[in-house]
């Protein structure tokens, strides 16, 4: 079971965005051959509107994460765009590259969703009730996603089953960019109304309710359940659930001491 601490400010932190990055309900989304790329660190309020669009969005990417003083990917978008701003998305698929998290999102919609740009008349309420939500994810140090620590850089990316406003995730995405650990994030949006609310509830009001949602099946057909956060390490041959056991797996697999 998570600390109750940690567990009580990713809730905060999700409340403060109005659970945005939950629910993908009968996307219209054109999945993309290649995976999508995208650049950002877990702190960043502009990084944290990419990823709530491409939860709701349906769209799974490649995480490459780039927390302040980190060293393995920051390089590349220095040397892709020539500078190093977060996020930024590489498509693979139509050669497009975004800075810009407001033009990232519009693309994202319209090249994949079907839909129209968003409107941007709130754009400035939306970053600053994320940025109120990286406060609540403080430690003794700094803001958790925010700066890197020494890690050994896996073979392979990892693979990780979230969706963006999920407490139990949160902290394990907040580890793999410390660590900067690559990751293919597998979005496990919530596909119907009923699904919304605890497990718990869910269970309760809707026992009978069937699974619906492009990776919510995928993890059923694998596992037998439906659960986040579900990471895979083919570097070790490592599957599992619970937020705790995963952190303690990437700490002792990936991380370094810190002299």
Same mark, same amino acid.
């Given at each position: ?13 999700? &409340? ?104 941007? &008349? ?90 619906e949602g492009r990776n919510r099946l995928r993890l059923l057909e694998l596992t037998g359940r439906v659960q986040v956060p579900y990471l895979v390490d083919a570097n070790t041959g490592t599957a599992m659930y619970e937020s705790d056991d995963i952190i303690r797996y990437l700490k002792r697999q990936y991380g370094v001491a810190e002299i």
């Amino acid at each position: 079971m998570p600390n109750p601490l940690v567990l009580t400010s990713s809730l905060v932190a999700s &409340s403060l965005r109005g659970w945005r990055g939950t629910a993908a309900f009968r996307p219209r989304t054109v999945q993309p051959e290649q995976p999508l790329r995208l650049y950002e660190y877990e702190a960043s309020p502009y990084c944290r509107l990419v990823r709530e669009a491409l939860t709701e969005l349906d769209l799974d990417a490649l995480i490459l994460p780039c927390p302040q003083g980190g060293s393995r990917f920051r390089p590349e978008v220095q040397a892709r765009g020539g500078k190093q701003q977060f996020p930024y998305l590489v498509d693979p698929n139509s050669g497009r590259e975004l800075y810009e998290s407001a033009d990232i999102i519009d693309y994202l919609r319209a090249n994949y969703g079907g839909r129209a740009p968003a409107s941007r &008349s709130l754009r400035g309420v939306a970053v600053g009730s994320a940025f109120l939500a990286a406060c609540a994810r403080t430690n003794l140090r700094s803001f958790r996603g925010y700066s890197a620590r020494p890690s050994r850089a896996p073979a392979q990316p990892l693979e990780l089953y979230s969706f963006e406003s999920s407490p139990y995730s949160r902290p394990v995405r907040e580890l793999l960019c410390e660590l900067e650990l690559p990751y293919l994030l597998r979005n496990t949006a919530k596909a119907r109304w009923e699904d919304m609310g605890p497990p718990s509830l869910r269970r309760k009001l809707f026992p009978d309710l069937p699974v619906e949602g492009r990776n919510r099946l995928r993890l059923l057909e694998l596992t037998g359940r439906v659960q986040v956060p579900y990471l895979v390490d083919a570097n070790t041959g490592t599957a599992m659930y619970e937020s705790d056991d995963i952190i303690r797996y990437l700490k002792r697999q990936y991380g370094v001491a810190e002299i």
